[in-house]
């Protein structure tokens, strides 16, 4: 097995060997072992011949670059430079971060690791898949309140209509069950009820006529004797 340099020496002088060390550095072998001999353990060699000692420096060390914040592209050039291995990348949506952006790294930046260490990224799929909900027929609290709960984002503008109570969504965009994603923003059209109408100036006019303007403008006429 592999022993201390200073073990190694002891027992090269013990032999009458000469020794000449150098040092590499080893990801298996921890600093300050022997890693090989030339010649090898159990060769023959002549009476004071010199023996080469490769002694393990311990792994080689790199620097894990800051990458949070990149995109995955930039991110997995910064850490080839560095000279260290990806590992596999995680993904996981987020609502806030754009897809393809890292969101977290396995080692802090500026940690000084072994060189075969892998990096493992956390990327940004961006934000969650949704469908969009039923709004229509419920009321402008409960809808806004229903597309919050679901993720999305709601935007109200009023309309009159004779037949939607006032306070009730009259219609939507995008319609119930299409495909969107969390922060997306539904368009909802409140109703404010019957809007108010002119009533025409009808004094004078034969019943028949007046009738005819009164229904024209959407007022409903009721004849009294």
């Known amino acids: 097995g592999s022993q201390r340099d200073g073990g190694a020496i002891g027992v090269l002088d013990a032999a009458g060997l000469g020794q000449v060390v150098e040092k590499a550095n080893s990801g298996d072998v921890a600093a300050g072992l022997v890693l090989k001999s030339a010649p090898n353990e159990g060769s023959r060699i002549v009476k004071k011949g010199v023996v080469t000692l490769t002694v393990s420096l ?3 060390m790199a ?3 800051a990458v949070i914040g ?3 592209d930039k991110a997995t050039a910064a850490i080839a430079t560095a000279g260290l291995p990806l590992g596999t990348t995680l993904r996981q949506f987020d609502d806030i971060t754009p897809k393809d952006q890292v ?3 396995s080692k802090d930046a500026g940690t000084s690791v072994p060189d075969y260490t892998e990096i493992v990224l956390t990327v940004s799929n961006g934000p969650a898949p949704v469908t969009v ?5 419920a009321t402008k609290d409960v809808a806004v309140s229903d597309l919050k709960n679901a993720g999305l984002k709601s935007s109200v503008t009023e309309a ?3 037949v939607v109570p006032a306070g009730t969504v009259i219609s939507q965009k995008p319609e ?3 495909p969107a994603h969390r922060g997306d923003t539904v368009a909802l059209v409140v109703s404010k009820g019957p809007g108010m109408i002119p009533v025409p100036n009808v004094y ?3 019943v028949k006529n007046a009738t005819t303007a009164l229904t024209t403008h959407g007022a409903p006429a009721a004849l009294r004797p």
């Open 58 to 60: 311990g792994p080689k």
């Open 63 to 65: 620097q894990v670059p």
């Open 70 to 72: 990149f995109s995955l």
């Open 103 to 105: 969101l977290a790294v």
């Open 133 to 137: 909900p039923q709004e229509v027929g």
């Open 160 to 162: 009159f209509d004779p």
């Open 176 to 178: 119930q069950n299409t």
């Open 204 to 206: 004078g006019q034969h």
